[in-house]
Structure formats: C-alpha cells, structure tokens
C-alpha cells in the first residue's frame, strides 16, 4: 500500500494529471530547431522551460504552435498556462542533434558607424516582426516548397565561419539555385516586410498567423509589396545573391514567435 502511494506522488508531482485526454502534441518527438503543435489546447499561453530560459507562445486558436530552441538540452517542460493556472504539463525529451561546421568567404564590407545603425535598426524591426502574433491565415494542410528543386547548400544550425572568422549560426537553410529562379510562398499569409537588408539582401517575410512566419532572403527580386496578401504556391520573387552572399541561393527561414525553426522539419509538418 505504501509502495501504491509513493508512485501517486510521483505522478502527481510530474504533472501527469495535468493532462487533459483532448489535447496532444505532434510530432512527439524533440530536437533544437524542431517545430510542434499542441492540438484541442484552450489556454492562454505555452510556457516552455529550457536550460537556458523559459519562453511564450501565446495561444490564438485550439491548435497552437511552439518551437524547441537552438540550443536546448535534456529535459523541458512545456505549461499550458490558463487564467494563471497550470492546466496541462509534460516532460519533454529533447534528442540531440549534430550541427555542422559551414566555412564560407565573403567580401568585406566597412561597418561604418552609418551601418551599425542600419544593422541595429533592422536587427530590432525583425524582432518586432517576429513576436507579433495575428489569426490564423493559412489554409493548407502542409508547407509549400518555396523553390521547385531543393538542393540543400547549407542546413539550419550550422556553425557560421567567416572569413576565417567564427559567426552566428546558421538561422535557416540554404538552397542551391539558379538566378532567377522562382521563389514561391510556402503557405498562404501577408506580406509583411520586402525589401533590400544590409545582410540579407533583399527579403520577404510572410506571416501566416498563430505566430508562423516564413523568410526568403538574397532575393534578386521581389514580385510582392508589404501588406499584400499571398497564397499558397505563389511566386513572391526571384533566387539571387543580394546582401553576404557567396553565389545564387535561397535561404530560407522559419520562426514561431521569434524562435528559429529547422524549414526542412516544418516542411514535413502536417498542419
């Protein structure tokens, strides 16, 4: 009897009876970079805690969106935080996950006091971007590939090297693609930013809602203008090389809520 109750406790105190039979997560399994969905969820936010900090995704529809950050290791915890209350609980399991070394050369530009601004000031405008949530745009039941060939130059978290030079990581993956080629918009969305970066040349972002955004950046055009609406499998622009850029590519982002997500996992979603 004794034994009976000490598992209880367990249990209990792991939150195990937290969790409602309606809601679920897909896929279930975990890794940095990978991208989820709490489905039948009726909170007001997901509150996930990592080794390294806890963060939000507010929840705007029954399905809700989260991302395991770059960088997670060992166990999260995932809240579903409703009226201040613990409504549901799980332990994740984050798998590791080998990201490679990308050593590439680029032509140096002067970082002028002029271009740290302009770096500043577009470093602050995609935060902003990227942390606004709006309702539900798309439509589709699973992400679009935004070029017709996907020929993968450089993954999603690999280690920068510039010039001999250690860099930030890798925020997105890299396609390898002729100029000109057609970039497509991978889900139905508004367009919320075209136009020319310091560092990715020129760049669309859609935002599908739920806090789902797409980027496409080293355009060597753009065929979109911001507030436009998009759908699904339409051309937004053409590959180029604009901003640091080795040669003709697309890269492609995915964010929820500002956290990077691995694209070649969001493009095996089903929404």
Known sequence: ????????????????????????????????????????????????KTNYGTFRFPIKDKNAFFAIPYGTKGMAILNVVKDGQVVYRRYLIIKDKYFRVSRIHVRERRLTKKVLKRIYV?????????????????????????????????????????????????????????????????LTGKVVLARELYYTGNTVIIDHGLGLYT???????????????????????????????????????????????DPMLALKLKL
């Open 122 to 186: 577009e470093h602050k405008l995609l935060r902003k971007i990227f942390k606004t949530y709006t309702s539900k745009k798309f439509t589709e039941d699973h992400f679009l590939k935004p070029l017709r060939y996907l020929k993968i130059s450089t993954p999603f978290g690999a280690r920068r090297i510039i010039n001999g030079t250690k860099k930030s990581i890798h925020w997105g993956t890299d396609f390898k693609a002729p100029k000109g080629e057609p970039v497509f918009a991978s």
């Open 1 to 48: 009897m004794g034994v009976l109750v000490t598992i209880l406790v367990i249990f209990i105190s792991l939150g195990f009876f937290l969790k409602p039979k309606a809601e679920d997560i897909y896929p279930n399994t975990f890794y940095p970079g990978s991208i989820h969905i709490l489905k039948n969820t009726t909170g007001s936010y997901i509150e996930l």
């Open 215 to 261: 980027l496409y950046a080293h355009l060597s055009k753009i065929t979109v203008k911001e507030g436009q609406m998009v759908k699904g499998g339409q051309i937004i622009g053409k590959v180029g090389s604009t901003g640091r850029s080795t040669g003709p590519h697309l890269h492609f982002g995915v964010y929820i809520n500002d956290i990077k997500v």
